[in-house]
């Protein structure tokens, strides 16, 4: 008997993993590929999609590749300087434009600026603020998908973003984003920009190779530095703010949740540390409430409005000045 039921069995089980690899292979490309609907997708419990992950395990696993190119000092600084660009992508644009619209630019400057987003390699504009405004609105409590305090350090620093219920993007939080079909186009096939991004990279460490032997770099060895090591740190410093900020620092005010302001990871993320001040009023372009606060989103934010391509950066109510100084925390 146990002869004949086993290929009745097997049968199935093979079919719907062959299916599984099959969408996982399209959501690569498509983002909003979802064979059993998003809004199911969403209502699952937790659970890492490790065939849908493996482009991000991939990001990590090309780190290693250094062991193969070695090292430059070209290649270290072309690796922080990506890292520093491409965090301001990640602070300055996804986060206080996308997410919060915290300042204004024409149609022409949000698209420029969705593509300068997408090099950072952390998905399209709309799935980025879909999950910031969720992690606002649920902030610590049991919906947050990635509260340090509900689901513990790992899951709310790397777990969140492996698992199945989490990848589709919920467009009715982005309505306002919705509406303009070449951001749609850009969150739905959220590889593109950085396939471009990794294949530039590539071809001017071609180039120095060429024609600056004397530097040492070659195209593997930029790839391997100037793409996955500095993405890879780029994402680990982003996702200090999931876990870290919202467990190390000072509390200035009295939030819902358990936002901090940290000096070390504003260094690290360029003015995001000030997670509680933000956490407070996060309608101002700025973090760093006080001239002491360091806050170089904010710099650069001030320097992109000189420039003219944004306008209108939103400030701090004097009235959020009072709140502090009532709560004695101004420092
Ligand atoms: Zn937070
Ligand atoms: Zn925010």
């Given at each position: 008997m146990?002869?004949?039921?086993?290929?009745s069995?097997?049968?199935?089980?093979?079919?719907?993993?062959?299916?599984?690899?099959?969408a996982?292979?399209?959501?690569?490309?498509?983002?909003?590929?979802?064979?059993?609907?998003a809004?199911?997708?969403?209502r699952?419990?937790d659970?890492?999609?490790?065939l849908?992950?493996?482009?991000?395990?991939v990001?990590h696993?090309?780190?290693?590749?250094?062991?193969?190119?070695?090292?430059?000092?070209t290649?270290?600084?072309?690796?922080?300087g990506l890292?520093?660009?491409?965090?301001?992508?990640?602070?300055g644009?996804?986060h206080?434009?996308?997410?919060?619209?915290?300042?204004?630019?024409?149609?022409a400057?949000?698209?420029?600026l969705?593509?300068?987003?997408?090099t950072?390699?952390?998905?399209?504009p709309?799935?980025w603020?879909?999950?910031?405004?969720?992690?606002?609105q649920?902030?610590?409590?049991?919906?947050?998908v990635?509260s340090?305090?509900?689901?513990?350090?790992?899951?709310?620093?790397?777990?969140?973003i492996?698992?199945r219920?989490?990848?589709?993007?919920?467009?009715n939080?982005?309505r306002d984003?919705k509406?303009?079909?070449e951001?749609?186009?850009?969150?739905r096939?959220?590889?593109l920009?950085?396939a471009?991004?990794?294949?530039a990279?590539?071809?001017?460490?071609?180039?120095?190779?060429?024609?600056f032997?004397?530097l040492g770099?070659?195209?593997w060895?930029l790839l391997?530095?100037?793409?996955f090591?500095?993405?890879?740190?780029l994402?680990?410093?982003t996702s200090?703010?999931?876990?870290?900020?919202?467990?190390?620092?000072?509390?200035?005010?009295?939030?819902?949740?358990?936002?901090?302001?940290s000096?070390?990871?504003s260094?690290?993320?360029l003015?995001e540390?000030?997670?509680?001040?933000?956490?407070?009023?996060p309608?101002?372009?700025?973090?760093?409430?006080?001239?002491w606060?360091?806050?170089?989103?904010?710099?650069?934010?001030?320097?992109?409005?000189?420039?003219?391509?944004?306008w209108?950066?939103?400030g701090?109510?004097?009235?959020?000045?009072v709140?502090?100084?009532?709560q004695?925390?101004?420092?």
């Amino acid at each position: 008997m146990t002869t004949h039921l086993q290929p009745s069995i097997e049968q199935p089980r093979s079919a719907s993993r062959f299916r599984a690899l099959c969408a996982s292979l399209v959501q690569w490309l498509d983002s909003d590929f979802a064979p059993e609907g998003a809004e199911a997708a969403r209502r699952q419990p937790d659970k890492i999609d490790w065939l849908r992950c493996v482009p991000f395990i991939v990001l990590h696993v090309g780190c290693f590749g250094v062991v193969l190119t070695g090292w430059s000092v070209t290649a270290l600084a072309v690796a922080a300087g990506l890292y520093f660009i491409r965090m301001f992508a990640v602070t300055g644009i996804y986060h206080r434009y996308f997410s919060h619209k915290t300042y204004r630019t024409s149609r022409a400057g949000q698209f420029f600026l969705a593509l300068w987003g997408g090099t950072a390699v952390q998905r399209g504009p709309l799935w980025w603020a879909y999950h910031h405004r969720h992690h606002h609105q649920h902030s610590d409590d049991s919906e947050d998908v990635h509260s340090p305090h509900v689901h513990g350090f790992w899951w709310s620093h790397i777990g969140w973003i492996t698992s199945r219920r989490n990848f589709p993007t919920d467009y009715n939080t982005v309505r306002d984003l919705k509406k303009f079909p070449e951001l749609v186009f850009l969150n739905r096939f959220d590889t593109l920009v950085p396939a471009a991004f990794a294949l530039a990279v590539w071809s001017v460490g071609w180039w120095l190779e060429v024609y600056f032997p004397q530097l040492g770099v070659t195209k593997w060895q930029l790839l391997v530095w100037g793409f996955f090591i500095s993405t890879t740190a780029l994402f680990h410093g982003t996702s200090c703010i999931n876990s870290l900020a919202h467990l190390m620092g000072r509390r200035r005010f009295f939030t819902d949740d358990d936002s901090r302001n940290s000096f070390i990871l504003s260094i690290v993320t360029l003015g995001e540390g000030w997670h509680n001040n933000h956490h407070r009023y996060p309608a101002t372009a700025r973090q760093g409430f006080y001239w002491w606060e360091i806050d170089i989103t904010y710099y650069l934010l001030r320097v992109l409005a000189w420039t003219g391509l944004i306008w209108e950066l939103k400030g701090v109510p004097n009235s959020v000045y009072v709140e502090a100084a009532k709560q004695g925390r101004s420092d």
